[in-house]
């Protein structure tokens, strides 16, 4: 009976929504060792929500060696990740559905090993060998989701920000970035026109090991002549 009792999988149901805060407090919640994601109630593709389930994934892998299982993923879904290139390679990570290969369309998101990237890559510099990139666009937005596991003291978490900063004034863009570590989250709304404003931050308790996590989500303001 016991044995039956720690078999049972810990079940999640994550919503199609775009809040960072809600998407940080249940991807970044306490691991279970078995864990099943009902991805039912996400009923449009979402980059978030991909980009943060492969950071679960890896924590899961990184600690139980065991993968994460995904069911029941709508249409929508499915089409973003067969127009992805990559996401075979991420770790801990159990597709319970059949993905076709999307033949004559370009894939529009690219998932890809830190340890194999050698393009330059937006804020490269501040993640460690270990993690991955995800990146593409779609519906007109740009995501930049990057993830590794890093220790504490390798971190200049000042230094990230103000590079943020340069990149929003650069690009005049308007959307959000969110950096996650396992002690804090950082949130900030870009728009246009504006330098960096307030940082939104919340202490976080201490339930994964050292990591950094940084997304990026925008649009870039069209030039006016």
């Known amino acids: 009976m016991a044995k039956t009792i720690l078999s049972k999988p810990s079940i999640f149901e994550p919503y199609g929504h775009s809040d960072l805060y809600a998407l940080d407090n249940l991807y970044f919640s306490t691991l279970r060792e078995r864990e099943v994601w009902d991805f039912s109630r996400v009923r449009e593709f979402s980059a978030l929500n991909l980009g943060f389930i492969f950071a679960r994934a890896e924590f899961s892998w990184k600690k139980f060696q065991s993968e994460i299982e995904i069911k029941n993923l709508n249409p929508s879904f499915k089409k973003g990740i067969c127009l992805s290139s990559g996401w075979e390679e991420a770790p801990g990570l159990k597709i319970d559905s059949f993905l076709p290969k999307i033949h004559g369309r370009e894939e529009v998101f690219q998932y890809s090993r830190l340890e194999d990237v050698s393009e330059e890559i937006p804020f490269r510099e501040f993640f460690s060998q270990e993690g991955f990139v995800f990146q593409g666009i779609w519906k007109d937005k740009t995501y930049l989701i990057l993830f590794s ?14 590079k943020i900063s340069h990149f929003h004034s650069e690009k005049k863009s308007s959307g959000n970035f969110f950096l996650r570590t396992e002690k804090q989250s950082y949130l900030n709304f870009l728009k246009p026109k504006e330098s960096l404003g307030p940082l939104f931050l919340q202490e976080k308790k201490i339930d994964q090991d050292p990591f950094l996590f940084l997304s990026l989500e925008y649009s870039v303001t069209p030039s006016v002549c």
């Open 149 to 162: 596991n890093i220790h504490s003291e390798d971190r200049n978490l000042p230094s990230v920000i103000k």
